[in-house]
Structures are given as structure tokens and as C-alpha cells.
């Protein structure tokens, strides 16, 4: 089977991400391939689109290929086969061409002779909408655009010219809900839904498993976990934080038609004695809030601190994550007058005795705006040992 993905503002953690969100699902990509904004993946199952654009945070779109082959044989596929799978019979539509090879004309002439032998009445409607990237250039898919087309149809080419039609389009609006009409929102310490989404996929940790947040605040991450039907443990050693989460737990309960399964804790996690879990995805604090570029000085001394805690954190909850659990935390990347500075995690992993996740993927990862004094770096620890 074979997939498209239309990538967030950050593809190289969009990508990260659907690694894990894949290989949690039991998925296995046989062969990607990447360009621009977009990763075609081959799998050896079925992806659950619906699914999968609800649960990955990093997504814009999730497409499937209908068929493949050169460019003459797109062509007669398109002749001869099913391209529209719907029942309206007045629709908008739109390709959006990832492949040198093929002329979107050419596709689009195919296509509109065999819509009106099907008595369709398509109008063709320009996939223009664009995403500004997190290094600051754009690139197509804005959601808002590919939200307004109702059908989407897409060429890629790698070994082939893969011909293709989106099934699922993120829904901005639903996540803007969540985030704005909880009860508590804390703009400056938060994390967003989105984030919150990436961090729990990349912790690989499945529905019915339990996820730890050890820095839960009003609980962003403990809510998207939820959803995913993950079971919750969130501790934070601010009162009103616990407070605040709990609140936005029952308000998820009640809007989303769920039953929680979570427990919140006021307890500092340097100390804290808890049940096993299968594994951690938090955001701990970063520091304080900085208004300007701080002295290198200043920045390193930051950086000490933050180590210092996640190091007393992890070498206390340690033991109650399950053997190969993953371990996901933000640290604070911090932008100084020349260049960021961050926390050496060879460090961290050398004093907790935890180790750096290995596979396709490189951690650290960045996330950042360009106006922003402190961003953050993504890593994924695991414990090997017992
Ligand atoms: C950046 S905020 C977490 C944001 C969180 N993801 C949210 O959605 O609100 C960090 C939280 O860690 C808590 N914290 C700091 N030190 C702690 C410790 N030693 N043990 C437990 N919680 C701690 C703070 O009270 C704060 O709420």
C-alpha cells in the first residue's frame, strides 16, 4: 500500500513522528521517499486515515495511491478505472502535482473527459493555499485551502508516477476548540495540542498503556493522550496546576464523550513514588520567560539548571518506566546574540544512565519560531536497562 503525507511546519519532526505513530500501529514502511513538504511511504498494511490525522500532530493531509505506472499508463488507468468514489454529482476539485514528470493539464484533461462521460459536474478549483515552514520558507498545503476542495488529487513520482487522492484533510478548527474552550488555558506555559499530539506519538506508547507526564501543568499532553484511549498518570508539584488539569480532564469527559482514565498527583517528581508506567511524554519548565536575548552567560546558566532538574527527575521515575520504555522531553534551546545554545545530553544520558533512542531518526530535534528567544529541542531516551 502506498501513502502520502502533507507535512507540517517542521517536516524533519512531522517525519519523526509518523515513523513512530506507524511502527506503534504495527505498520512497517517498506520503502519512503521525501520532497518538499511531502513523505510517500510504501507499508505493508492498511493506514487507518481517519484515525491517523485525528492522533498525529505534525500532518496536513494523508493520501492514497490509486495507481501507478508510467505517464501513458496513468492515463489509461484513469480511463478505465474509478477515480471518484463519492455520491454528489456536483463537486470541486483539484490535483496537486508532486512529480516532475507528469503536466497537470494532461491529468486534468483525462480526468474532466472522463467526469463528463460520467455526467459528474466538476469544477476545478486551484490548490494555491500555502504553509510557512519553521525555517521560514513556504510551501503548499494550507488547511484552510485543502479544507475548501472536495476532492484532492495528487501526483508524486519517485521509482514511478504514482497517481493518488486524499482521504483526510487536518481539521484546524476541531483542535482550536479544544485548546480555547477548556476551562484553564495558561498561554505562556502550555504546550499546544499539536505538540502535545507529536510528543505522545513519538513515545510510541499505545491505547490501554499508560503515559506519564511528570511536568503535567493544566494537563495539554494528559488530554491529548486521553483521546488516543491512552491511560494517564500526571504529576505536578504546583497545587493549582493539579487543580487546573483535573478541570480540563472533566471538561474533555464531558465534551468528547469519554471515560478518563488518569490519575493526577501534587508531589515534586524529583521524590514522587508512583506504579509503572510505559513510558513518558512531558514538557518540563524551560526557564523563565525571557523578554530579550539573554547573555550567553545568562543562557548557560539556564541550561545548568534545566539539566540539573531533568537529570533529579529521571533518575527518580526511572525505575517505574517499563524495560525499552521511551522517554520524550522539551529542553529549552535558547537564542543568544550568536547562534542558540542547548543542554548536552550526553550528559543527562551519562548521569541518569538512560540512552538516546537510535533508528532512522537523529534526536535531538528542533522546534522553534523564528521571533521566539526560547525554543525547543525534542529528545527520545530509552531505558534499556532494569
Ligand atoms: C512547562 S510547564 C508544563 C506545561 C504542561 N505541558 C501544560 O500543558 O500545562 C512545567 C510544569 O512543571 C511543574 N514542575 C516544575 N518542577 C517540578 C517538579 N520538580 N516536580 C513536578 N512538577 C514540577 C511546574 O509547576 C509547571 O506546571
Known amino acids: 500500500m502506498e501513502y502520502l503525507f502533507i507535512l507540517g511546519r517542521n517536516i524533519e519532526l512531522s517525519i519523526a513522528e509518523i515513523f513512530s505513530y506507524l511502527k506503534k500501529e504495527g505498520i512497517q514502511i517498506q520503502f519512503y521517499s521525501k520532497k518538499d513538504n511531502v513523505l510517500f511511504v510504501e507499508t505493508d498494511k492498511k493506514i487507518d486515515s481517519v484515525k491517523a490525522i485525528n492522533q498525529l500532530g505534525g500532518v496536513l493531509a494523508i493520501g492514497k ?67 510557512k515552514m519553521q525555517e521560514g520558507n513556504s510551501l503548499v498545503g494550507s488547511p484552510s485551502n485543502l479544507n475548501s476542495i472536495d476532492i484532492i488529487y495528487f501526483l508524486f513520482k519517485n521509482k514511478k508516477n504514482y497517481f493518488g487522492i486524499i482521504e483526510e484533510v487536518y481539521n484546524p478548527k476541531e483542535i482550536e476548540k479544544r485548546d480555547m474552550k477548556k476551562p484553564v488555558r495558561r498561554e505562556a506555559l502550555a504546550i499546544s495540542p499539536r505538540l502535545a499530539k507529536i510528543l505522545i506519538n513519538l513515545s510510541q506508547i499505545k491505547e490501554k498503556e499508560t503515559l506519564l507526564d511528570p511536568f503535567c501543568g493544566i494537563g495539554v499532553i494528559l488530554q491529548e493522550a486521553l483521546l488516543q484511549e491512552i491511560n494517564v498518570l500526571g504529576i505536578d508539584i504546583n497545587e493549582n496546576a493539579i487543580g487546573h488539569a483535573k478541570k480540563n480532564i472533566n471538561w474533555l469527559e464531558k465534551n468528547y464523550s469519554i471515560k478518563a482514565n488518569y490519575k493526577l498527583i501534587n508531589e515534586n517528581s524529583k521524590t514522587v513514588k508512583i506504579f509503572q508506567v510505559d513510558g513518558i511524554a512531558t514538557e518540563p519548565s524551560l526557564g523563565m520567560l525571557l523578554k530579550k536575548i539573554p547573555e550567553r552567560r545568562q543562557a548557560i546558566l539556564m541550561i545548568k539548571r534545566f539539566e540539573n532538574l531533568i537529570v533529579d527527575v529521571l533518575n527518580n521515575i526511572k525505575k517505574y518506566v517499563r524495560k525499552n520504555g521511551k522517554i520524550v522531553f522539551t529542553a529549552p534551546l535558547i537564542k543568544i546574540f550568536k547562534g542558540k545554545i542547548s543542554c548536552n545530553i550526553n550528559e543527562i544520558c551519562r548521569r541518569t544512565r538512560l540512552n538516546l533512542d537510535k533508528g532512522e531518526i537523529d534526536f535531538p530535534l528542533r522546534e522553534f519560531r523564528q521571533d521566539q528567544i526560547i525554543g525547543r529541542e525534542i529528545f527520545v531516551l530509552v531505558k534499556e536497562e532494569d
Open 65 to 131: 495511491v490509486l495507481y501507478s505506472g508510467n505517464f501513458s499508463e496513468i492515463l489509461e488507468k484513469i480511463k478505465k478505472n474509478p477515480i471518484y468514489f463519492e455520491n454528489k454529482t456536483r463537486f470541486s476539485y483539484s490535483i496537486l502535482n508532486f512529480s516532475n514528470e507528469i503536466s497537470t493539464d494532461d491529468i486534468r484533461f483525462e480526468i474532466e473527459n472522463k467526469f463528463r462521460s460520467e455526467k459528474l459536474k466538476a469544477s476545478y478549483k486551484s490548490a494555491k493555499g500555502e504553509i
